[in-house]
């Protein structure tokens, strides 16, 4: 059973979707006006990791993430620059999709902009202010934090602390500072205006999540996800828009990933450890390597980063290479190795284990690298057969290709996709010849290959073990697929 904390209840609890077999998943995004650093990768990288496993685990995933290109910071950042809003944005859209292929982030099926669904926000702001939830002050709407008795759940704010009638226009502040929010901002010297039926102005960050989640996902939906400091008050002033706005219930799970520091510290560009993903890669480190970094702390525990800790994760992801590498070696004949077979299973109740308790990474890699470690003393005894190898290979690859995405054997993916897809039959290369049958093989290899470019990573996983199973091991390198015979993996 699948258990995930909530930090609405803040407990534990058993996850149930709305509908069996499909899961709703809304998760906040980038706000365009800079690069993405670490920090904001790290919890876009814990959210893969969730939506892997549910798709591992046979649940459909609906995903969404918004694109927030109008708000306080891009707003100011257009204006220092002298540009249009959408002039200073795009750059930096195409580089969080750019990073983000380079991380192995599975994309999400929509990624709303909200300057393209200013429609939907003068919706709710209507409905808000029919239904009393919001009041006109100078040319603004705010949102009337006292109507909503429910204000405060989800951050645990006491009652006692809210300050009715005070207001503030910026789209972030601190809890100590609660206070009725802006939904619409009035026309300011210097920024977008929109003239819709309420009015000249511009939206609020928040209402715009309220708006594109319910559009693609419903007015009640099963996942809401985002960094702790999502909570206040982003995600508060979320559920009360769309909550007094539907009158029906907004999200069931809230999951937050907790704080990245550096060295110990809140990442601050004036302390100078302040990184963004191109910042780690131009150090010489394999995107894959970071992806495993950022991964491999519970998402729930503050992630201390350094480059320490950036070499212990290329070490590990370099034990889980080395040992598909080691797997080639095995030539001994013979029927798979009950042992070894035991291992696999073990190994797979453990990951999954780990996983289904709200995404317990620690305890799904011990579950791998204790695979490791014992099929390594069996393959030193020579206990292992070329068919325990190819299962062994098989589950490795398997696991890495749905849950881990770091790619241990696999080209650097420092590539742009769209480069990738033109040069799909190029990378195929035949090291190896051996009779009639290469042809059928390479026709394979370059299906595989295209699936990968398309990102059809099931129907690339599926042809790999079909190759497998007729005794095909293939071997992504540096310099394109390889692939050598091993025997047949299953007998
Ligand atoms: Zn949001």
Same mark, same amino acid.
């Given at each position: 059973?699948?258990?995930?904390?909530? @930090?609405?209840?803040?407990?534990?609890?058993?996850?149930?979707?709305?509908?069996?077999?499909?899961?709703k998943?809304? @998760?906040?995004?980038?706000?365009?006006?800079?690069?993405?650093?670490?920090?904001?990768?790290?919890?876009?990288v814990?959210?893969?990791?969730?939506?892997?496993?549910?798709?591992?685990?046979?649940?459909?995933?609906?995903?969404?993430?918004?694109? !927030?290109?109008?708000?306080?910071? !891009?707003?100011?950042?257009?204006?220092?620059?002298?540009?249009?809003?959408?002039?200073?944005?795009?750059?930096?859209? $195409?580089?969080f999709?750019?990073?983000? +292929?380079?991380?192995?982030?599975?994309?999400?099926?929509?990624? #709303?902009?909200?300057?393209?669904?200013?429609?939907?926000?003068?919706?709710i702001?209507?409905?808000?202010? =029919?239904?009393?939830?919001?009041?006109?002050?100078?040319?603004?709407?705010?949102?009337?934090?006292?109507?909503?008795?429910?204000y405060?759940?989800?951050?645990?704010?006491?009652?006692?602390?809210?300050?009715?009638?005070?207001?503030?226009?910026?789209?972030e502040y601190?809890?100590?500072?609660?206070?009725?929010?802006?939904?619409w901002?009035?026309?300011?010297?210097?920024?977008?205006? *929109?003239?819709?039926?309420?009015?000249?102005?511009?939206?609020? *960050?928040?209402?715009?999540?309220?708006?594109?989640?319910?559009?693609?996902?419903?007015?009640?939906?099963?996942?809401?996800?985002?960094?702790v400091?999502?909570?206040? #008050?982003?995600?508060?002033?979320?559920?009360?828009?769309?909550?007094?706005?539907?009158?029906?219930?907004?999200?069931?799970? *809230?999951?937050?990933?907790?704080?990245?520091?550096?060295?110990?510290?809140?990442?601050?560009?004036?302390?100078?450890?302040?990184?963004t993903?191109?910042?780690?890669? +131009?150090?010489?480190?394999?995107?894959?390597?970071?992806?495993?970094?950022?991964?491999?702390?519970?998402?729930?525990?503050?992630?201390?980063?350094?480059?320490?800790?950036?070499?212990?994760?290329?070490?590990?992801?370099?034990?889980?290479?080395?040992?598909?590498?080691?797997?080639?070696?095995?030539?001994?004949?013979? #029927?798979?190795?009950? =042992?070894?077979t035991?291992?696999? $299973?073990?190994?797979?109740?453990?990951?999954?284990?780990?996983l289904?308790?709200?995404?317990?990474i620690?305890?799904?890699?011990?579950?791998?690298?204790?695979?490791?470690?014992?099929a390594?003393?069996?393959?030193?005894?020579?206990?292992?057969?070329?068919?325990?190898?190819?299962?062994?290979?098989?589950?490795?690859?398997?696991?890495?290709?749905?849950?881990?995405?770091?790619?241990?054997?696999?080209?650097?993916?420092?590539?742009?996709?769209?480069?990738?897809?033109?040069?799909?039959?190029?990378?195929?290369?035949?090291?190896?010849?051996?009779?009639?049958?290469?042809?059928?093989?390479?026709?394979?290899?370059?299906?595989?290959?295209?699936?990968?470019?398309?990102?059809?990573? /099931?129907?690339?996983?599926?042809?790999?073990?079909?190759?497998?199973?007729?005794?095909?091991?293939? =071997?992504?390198?540096?310099?394109?697929?390889?692939? /050598?015979?091993?025997?047949?993996?299953?007998?």
């Open positions: 059973m699948i258990r995930f904390y909530n @930090t609405l209840s803040g407990k534990v609890e058993p996850f149930v979707p709305l509908e069996p077999g499909i899961v998943l809304y @998760t906040c995004g980038p706000t365009v006006y800079d690069f993405s650093h670490i920090g904001n990768w790290r919890a876009y814990f959210e893969d990791l969730l939506k892997r496993f549910l798709l591992f685990s046979g649940i459909k995933v609906s995903h969404v993430m918004n694109i !927030t290109d109008v708000d306080d910071k !891009t707003i100011n950042g257009a204006h220092a620059k002298g540009i249009s809003l959408e002039e200073y944005t795009r750059p930096f859209i $195409e580089a999709e750019k990073d983000r +292929d380079t991380l192995g982030i599975l994309p999400a099926d929509h990624y #709303p902009r909200a300057t393209g669904h200013i429609r939907e926000m003068v919706d702001i209507k409905l808000l202010l =029919e239904k009393g939830f919001a009041y006109r002050k100078d040319g603004s709407i705010y949102f009337a934090i006292d109507k909503f008795p429910a405060g759940r989800l951050a645990k704010i006491h009652l006692e602390d809210l300050r009715p009638g005070s207001r503030g226009d910026a789209d601190e809890k100590e500072n609660v206070h009725d929010f802006a939904l901002k009035a026309p300011k010297e210097g920024e977008p205006v *929109w003239e819709t039926e309420i009015g000249p102005g511009r939206p609020g *960050w928040h209402v715009e999540c309220s708006a594109m989640s319910s559009k693609y996902l419903g007015r009640t939906f099963d996942i809401h996800c985002g960094g400091d999502n909570i206040f #008050p982003h995600h508060e002033n979320e559920i009360a828009q769309s909550e007094a706005a539907n009158g029906v219930k907004f999200v069931n799970y *809230w999951l937050h990933c907790h704080h990245l520091v550096v060295d110990g510290e809140k990442m601050a560009k004036s302390k100078g450890n302040f990184y993903l191109r910042d780690v890669l +131009d150090r010489g480190y394999d995107p894959r390597e970071v992806r495993f970094l950022l991964l491999s702390t519970h998402y729930r525990k503050m992630l201390n980063f350094t480059f320490d800790a950036l070499e212990q994760a290329r070490a590990g992801r370099n034990r889980i290479r080395d040992f598909s590498f080691d797997l080639r070696d095995v030539k001994r004949d013979g #029927p798979a190795n009950p =042992e070894v035991q291992l696999i $299973e073990t190994a797979r109740a453990g990951l999954i284990a780990g289904e308790d709200d995404l317990n620690s305890e799904s890699l011990a579950a791998l690298f204790g695979l490791i470690k014992s390594n003393r069996l393959l030193a005894q020579g206990s292992a057969s070329r068919a325990d190898a190819g299962n062994l290979a098989d589950f490795v690859a398997m696991i890495d290709e749905n849950i881990l995405g770091i790619n241990p054997t696999d080209v650097p993916l420092r590539v742009d996709p769209a480069k990738m897809r033109s040069t799909v039959s190029d990378v195929a290369i035949k090291v190896e010849s051996s009779g009639d049958l290469d042809l059928e093989i390479q026709k394979r290899i370059d299906a595989r290959q295209k699936a990968r470019a398309e990102k059809n990573f /099931k129907m690339a996983d599926e042809i790999r073990k079909e190759l497998l199973d007729s005794g095909i091991l293939l =071997e992504d390198t540096k310099d394109g697929v390889r692939w /050598k015979k091993v025997g047949p993996a299953r007998t």
